[in-house]
């Protein structure tokens, strides 16, 4: 069950309760906000997997903000063998026992700042400098809160500014030494290229009644961004003479093939040659990582894209090609 209220809120009471701490048990109540708004997050993922459920099966609650009517579960009664009376704590959440609780944006946003709160009170002592695990674990926790609340925005304009949250929090993977910390910093660039992904689709949605021209000119700072992103990421995968890998571990290959697939795709958004080379370019690069490893797990579907991609891209590219030599004629 989740606490009634958010941390406390004012901060000079916080320090003057902090202060009466030692450092380990400072760090103990920073890992325990930590599991506080890991609490919260889980829950407003599962209430977010409810409402798409509930959506694909079509039925609607009788009112907005009502909840659907199958809790998943029941908190403690005062009765129950588990309650733990003597410990004197608050009273059980009911969102916690029922997740479907949370129906409507306003609802989701009231457990995006409770876990938020508790993860800015983490961050405070679990600094970068000192836990960068852990620093990055309360990050990852903070720019998925911003993911998840996103889905239940309706304003598309707010929902690319949560997205650009995400991407400041994670591009402190630039500060740390990724030497040092080689799978958390490859999480964080594979992270930050998927944030980017999504921020492109998004603008590709919202410009999609628009003449090609600024469909262009929308489009292409998020193109480049994808690109970067992704490229940073691969870029850890390469040999000393910069060339790409005959083959990944398996552990990274997934993500090191999907990110070469969604800068392929980025790239295909935008008409213009240079883009177009660049897209044909990953693809090619797909395809012959997969004609090099035929095993590859769970890429079938993609294998075939790229294939299929590869052939009609230099189609495309001549006719972009044929129609900038009669512009310029």
Known sequence: AAPAAAPAAAPAAAAAAASQLSDAEREEAARLDLAWAQL???????????????????????????????????????RHDLCFASLRLEPPSRRCAEPASVSNFEEAREVFKLAVAYVQRAKAYLELDGFVTDH?????????????L???????????AMHRRR????????????????????????????????????????HKGDPPSRQEQKLAGAVASVVELYDKFT???????????????EG???????AHFHKARALGKLHGLESLRGSLASYQLLVQYFDANPKCAGMVEE??????????????IDMEASKLAKANA
């Open 40 to 78: 919260h997050l889980d829950l407003l993922r599962r209430a977010s997997a409810l409402r798409l459920a509930h959506k694909a099966g079509g039925a609607a609650p009788a009112a907005e903000g009502e909840a659907f009517s199958q809790p998943e579960g029941e908190a403690f009664s005062s």
């Open 235 to 249: 870029a850890g995968f390469a040999d000393k003479a910069g060339k790409p890998p005959v083959s990944v571990e």
């Open 252 to 258: 990274s290959e997934h993500a090191y093939l999907m």
């Open 150 to 160: 996103a889905a239940w925005e309706v304003d598309p304009t707010r929902r690319l």
């Open 167 to 206: 991407l400041q929090l994670l591009q402190a993977v630039d500060l740390i030494n990724e030497t040092a910390y080689l799978q958390l910093a490859r999480q964080a660039r594979f992270d930050l290229g998927g944030i980017a992904t999504e921020i492109l689709e998004l603008k590709a949605a919202m």
């Open 303 to 316: 294998a075939e894209i790229c294939r299929e991609m590869a052939e009609l891209l230099p189609r495309r």
């Open 136 to 148: 990055f674990a309360a990050l990852q926790v903070e720019q998925t809160l911003y993911q998840l």
